[in-house]
């Protein structure tokens, strides 16, 4: 069985009930987007922000053997207008394949600005989902470095092909933030040893070396080192052979879809080769505007009994769905990332929340749907927002795996089970005090064989998602206080006809957030906000073949506490601090990272390693 992740067990015990601070009735929920005068005097020198969330430490730690430059652009007024695009062709002195390539992405900015949300696109297929911390006058850089090799089928095009850059960005007379960014690609031909990198996202399908040859995957061509010292080989170290943008084509302000309520469910029809034998459809999203704390909107009731003007409303759940040919394959609760301008600004600087610089991804199985999509017909690949409203952007990647010694294979879905999802909502409220809960739960589990060169193998999937929620407020709603839970679990198994079990995989998501904030009205327009938050991503994947086991888990929590005198969106005053503590363990070794951040500064940040990956 997969290990229990320590981490998790002490969270529990840090569960004391924490009390926030936030809400009042004539600001929405969360001062988000701020005017920072606080911070003139404090920084004279340009300030490096980091998201020790970071997966660095997974990188090669050698130079690349090639390092290609992919765009430089400075994002001023950009809002509504075409994104930053670059011609991108394979580099001449380092050929495909690569064992991996990492993209490398620095940002500086100095004035005044918001937090701004950015995607990075190959051929219109998203490869990075990010996030802007937000400036001071004496400016701010950072730098996120994410693998990006699953994504090889694109770059090893040798027609090349387009990269694009989108960051809507506004500047005025206030708001004088340019974004400066560069970008670039590092290439690396080969590596001492296989590194078994697991990635922390929900792209963790593992396959040990003996599937993995059976399933053509070792093969040369596949660019997988031979010799490998790891016991695990990684799925995703042969990334896929074709991916298919599930994207917006003829969009100007870049390749996401803008998803403004329920009914817009964005299609997009496709043909997929016909000897494709794996289908994985990795998701990107965020959320904005009404709906960027979505997990603490009230129910609409409370709104609109209170004769509130706000829009935040449609409750504190959301899903997101896949379909095929308008029948739902598959959904996610995406993971709560909160902007550096969110809940209390104060908090992220310099370390900013879980995952604000590399938003996750979601990989949902669609191997069981191949029989649906081998018919050589085009086929609408759908993705929405359930309850969602405006506005998140969001697009999708189909990655298919090709058998490479049959022009087609055969497949056929046989068994589909996706009930409803339940869901129970309880509010009760009295003027502007309230309790709002929600419990929602959905188990899936499909099934399907594919007829490749591997043989006939059956691919069983079943997902279950859990969420709990409660958005509390009292004090005439000037305190406010949220828990909310999402859980997911994805059991994959391949089988060889009824009875030979091949592979098992299982992949484990939590992610409890919960915040409480109080306000206190101050002279004139001003208030004071005093916020605890506590945030946790932990993740586990498992691995069994032939009774062998890998695994890998990672958890990852911020703590965070402070207050701030707030007027409008602006920040007059305030302290915070906020403590990070990130575990990743793989039977390699593990890591820890642990970071300390009060008013602005690192005042400890300490790593320890028996992880033979940064040693
Ligand atoms: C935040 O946590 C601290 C320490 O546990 C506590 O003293 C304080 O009352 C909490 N603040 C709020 C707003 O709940
Ligand atoms: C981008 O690259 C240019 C040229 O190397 C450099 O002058 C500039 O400082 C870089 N900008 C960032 C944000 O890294
Ligand atoms: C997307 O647009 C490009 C050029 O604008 C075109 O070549 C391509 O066929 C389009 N793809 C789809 C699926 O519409
Ligand atoms: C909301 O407005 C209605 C109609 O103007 C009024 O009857 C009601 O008392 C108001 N409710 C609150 C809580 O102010
Ligand atoms: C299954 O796939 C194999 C290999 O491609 C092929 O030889 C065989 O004819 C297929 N079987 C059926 C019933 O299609
Ligand atoms: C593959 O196996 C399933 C049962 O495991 C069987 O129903 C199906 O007919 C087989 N397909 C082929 C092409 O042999
Ligand atoms: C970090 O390491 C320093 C020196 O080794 C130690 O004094 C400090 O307590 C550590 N901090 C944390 C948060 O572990
Ligand atoms: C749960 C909930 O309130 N859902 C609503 C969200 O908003 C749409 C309209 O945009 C309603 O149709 C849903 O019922």
């Given at each position: 069985m997969c290990p229990t992740n320590p981490f998790s067990l002490l969270l529990l015990l840090l569960f004391f009930p924490i009390t926030y601070t936030h809400f009042s009735t004539h600001v929405s929920a969360t001062v988000h987007r701020y005017h920072d005068a606080r911070r003139a005097p404090r920084a004279s020198t340009p300030q490096e922000y980091l998201d020790p969330t970071d997966r660095a430490f997974l990188l090669p730690r050698w130079p690349p053997s090639c390092s290609l430059p992919l765009l430089e652009h400075d994002f001023g007024d950009t809002y509504g207008r075409p994104p930053a695009s670059a011609p991108y062709a394979p580099p001449p002195g380092c050929p495909a394949p690569w064992s991996r390539v990492v993209l490398d992405l620095s940002v500086s900015c100095a004035g005044e600005q918001y937090d701004r949300i950015a995607a990075v696109w190959l051929d219109g297929a998203e490869v990075l989902r990010t996030s802007t911390a937000e400036p001071s006058e004496a400016g701010v850089f950072w730098r996120v470095r994410k693998d990006?090799?699953?994504?090889a089928a694109l770059l090893r095009r040798e027609e090349g092909g387009v990269v694009s850059m989108m960051l809507e960005n506004i500047v005025n007379d206030v708001f004088t933030g340019v974004y400066h960014v560069n970008i670039s690609l590092d290439f690396y031909m080969e590596e001492e040893e296989v590194q078994s990198q697991l990635l922390p996202k929900l792209q963790l399908s593992t396959l040990k070396p003996r599937l993995a040859k059976k399933l053509g995957l070792s093969s040369p061509e596949a660019g997988i080192s031979s010799g490998s010292k790891t016991k695990a080989t990684p799925l995703y170290e042969k990334p896929a052979d074709w991916i298919i943008p599930i994207s917006n084509n003829d969009s100007q302000d870049g390749s996401w879809f803008r998803i403004k309520n329920v009914a817009d469910v964005h299609f997009k029809s496709i043909q997929i080769p016909g000897n494709a034998y794996r289908a994985v459809l990795e998701i990107y999203v965020s959320y904005h505007s009404n709906d960027e704390f979505w997990y603490s909107n009230p129910p609409n009731s409370y709104i609109e009994l209170n004769n509130l003007t706000t829009g935040r409303g449609n409750g504190s759940f959301r899903e997101v769905y896949a379909t095929i040919d308008g029948r739902f394959v598959g959904s996610i609760v995406p993971f709560p990332v909160i902007f550096?301008?969110?809940?209390?600004?104060?908090?992220?600087?310099p370390v900013v929340a879980l995952g604000a610089f590399d938003l996750p991804s979601y990989n949902l199985e669609l191997t069981p749907f191949l029989g649906l999509l081998l018919d050589g017909k085009p086929h609408d690949i759908g993705i929405g927002v359930a309850d969602g409203i405006s506005f998140w952007l969001i697009d999708a990647n189909l990655h298919l795996w090709l058998d490479s010694h049959t022009p087609s294979v055969t497949a056929e879905l046989v068994h589909y089970q996706a009930p409803k999802i339940s869901i129970s909502r309880h509010s009760s409220s009295h003027l502007l005090d309230g309790t709002f809960r929600i419990e929602a739960g959905r188990h899936s589990h499909f099934s399907g064989w594919v007829n490749s060169s591997a043989g006939n193998l059956t691919t069983d999937v079943r997902q279950k998602l859990k969420f709990k929620s409660s958005v509390e407020f009292r004090n005439d709603g000037n305190y406010k206080e949220v828990h909310t839970k999402a859980k997911m679990k994805t059991d994959v198994r391949i089988r060889d006809g009824p009875k030979t079990l091949l592979a098992k995989a299982s992949y484990k998501s939590k992610y409890p957030l919960m915040f409480v904030t109080s306000n206190e009205a101050g002279e004139g327009k001003k208030y004071t906000m005093k916020t605890n938050l506590s945030h946790i991503l932990s993740e586990e994947a498992c691995v069994v073949l032939d009774e062998e086991e890998s695994f890998s888990s990672i958890s990852d929590q911020q703590d965070a506490d402070g207050w701030m005198l707030v007027e409008d969106h602006s920040v007059l005053a305030g302290s915070a601090g906020t403590r990070q503590t990130y575990w990743y363990e793989d039977e390699d070794g593990s890591y820890s990272r642990n970071v300390i951040a009060r008013d602005g500064l690192v005042l400890s940040d300490n790593t320890t390693s028996s992880h033979v990956h940064s040693v």
């Open positions: 990006v090799t699953r994504y550096t301008g969110g809940i209390n600004p104060l908090f992220w600087e």
